[in-house]
Structures are given as C-alpha cells and as structure tokens.
C-alpha cells in the first residue's frame, strides 16, 4: 500500500493493517473516534517501509497487537496525542525511528514485550511528555532502546525494566500503585540498569483499590539503578 497523502480515519472508522507493507511519504492520522489496529508486520525487509508513520489525535486509539515483530525504520514515527495500546508484539526500531508520546497523550502497556533496535540499522527512540502506564502483565516489559522521560511514568503491574540509555528529565514524575503486598500483581516496579538520582525527580507512590497497607510494610519499587535514595 502506498499512502501519498495524509489518509485520515475519522469518527467511527476502522483500520485493521494484519500484513504488508506501508510506502510513501503520506502520514495515517487517527481522529477522535477513529482506530487503528497494527496487527501484522508493517515495514517487514531491510529497506524503509514506512515513509510517513501515524499521528494519532486527541479522541483517536492506536491498538498494537499480535505475537508478530513491529518493525519501525529510520524513516517512521508515530505521534500520540491520544491514546495508545501496546496490547502484545515486540517493536524493533531502528536508528532514526522514533514514538513520541505529547503532552495529554496516554500510552499504556499492557503486555509483558520488548523494545528493541535492529541488528544492522541501530536503534530508535521513545519520548514521553505525556503518561506512559503499564496496567496489565505481572512479568517484564523491557526497554532496549533510548527512552527520554519529560512527563510521567505510572508503574501498575508487573515491571518496566530501562536497559539502554534513557534520559529522566528534572520534569519527570514515577508514581507508583500499590493496591496488594505482591509485587508485580499489586503493584508494579523498576529497574534500570545503570544509577541515577531519583532525588532529582518527583517519585511517588499511592495507595489503590482500597489497599490499606500493614504497618511497617516496605514495598520494593525501584530495584536497582540508583545512586542512593
């Protein structure tokens, strides 16, 4: 498919892209009440398939699913000032590709994946103004690619690990739910694999669900990663 324009999925629209490829120098743009499905392997090859990428608007979804690698080149971003899905599939990202998340816009985990860049092609990059949350997975969503954090990161379940560069902003807030004693099922974590200084940033954590906690509980939230807390 070749997309020489901005293709616009308006109120009540339906996308579901299950295989193939995505050419041209046109963006998807996702409206208020519109929805795109990536389901298959978009940019599947060694040459860029995605010239454009998708702006997701203020109202639109953005759902990522299936068990098939999602593969972004140098050329592709996606843009979200809505709401985004990640529902299952790994993303492999190379140099240049880039997932930016803006301001009042939610991207929200619900699967225990990877990020990851390409094997010749390098690795892209995640920039969050926005919130990004994981609110469903009890395992491990791991982050092999750049991640800069300017807004929020809400840990719910399971763990978000950092293992490439990432950059937390003197903007960035780590909230953390607690709604049980056990980690992953009642509340999430982090870990990231080289230290830094949460003193420098707003780290906070909040009860849910009506959780009362024992006293003198201690809940492991941050794993490792700091330089002293």
């Known amino acids: 498919l070749t997309v020489a324009l901005g293709t616009v999925i308006g109120v009540g629209g ?6 193939g490829t995505v050419d041209g120098p046109g963006r998807w743009e996702v409206h208020a009440g519109g929805v795109f499905t990536w389901a298959g392997e978009m940019s599947p090859g060694f040459e860029p398939s995605i010239y454009g990428g998708i702006t997701v608007l203020s109202g639109g979804v953005l759902n990522v699913v ?3 690698y999602k593969v972004m080149w140098g050329s592709c971003s996606v843009t979200n000032r809505g709401r985004i899905n990640w ?3 790994d993303i492999a990202m190379a140099a240049g590709a880039m997932i930016v998340n803006e301001a009042g816009g939610v991207l929200d985990v619900q699967c225990d994946r990877s990020v990851n860049g390409t094997q010749i092609h390098g690795t892209g990059e995640w920039i969050n103004h926005g919130t990004l949350l994981k609110t469903a997975g009890t395992g491990a969503t791991t982050f092999n690619a750049a991640l800069s954090n300017f807004g929020t ?3 719910e379940k399971g763990s978000i690990h950092f293992n490439d560069q990432y950059y937390l902003q003197p903007s960035s807030t780590l909230r953390f739910k607690l709604g049980g004693t056990q980690p992953g099922t009642d509340f999430g974590q982090a870990y990231f694999a080289r230290p830094w200084d949460p003193t420098n940033h707003v780290v906070s954590a909040e009860v849910s669900g009506g959780f009362l906690p024992p006293a003198g509980t201690q809940f492991l939230v941050i794993c490792k990663g700091l330089a002293h807390i």
Request: net charge negative.
């Open 14 to 19: 339906l996308v579901e892209w299950a295989a």
């Open 66 to 68: 299936g068990d098939t």
């Open 87 to 89: 529902l299952g599939a």
């Open 153 to 155: 990161i809400l840990f």
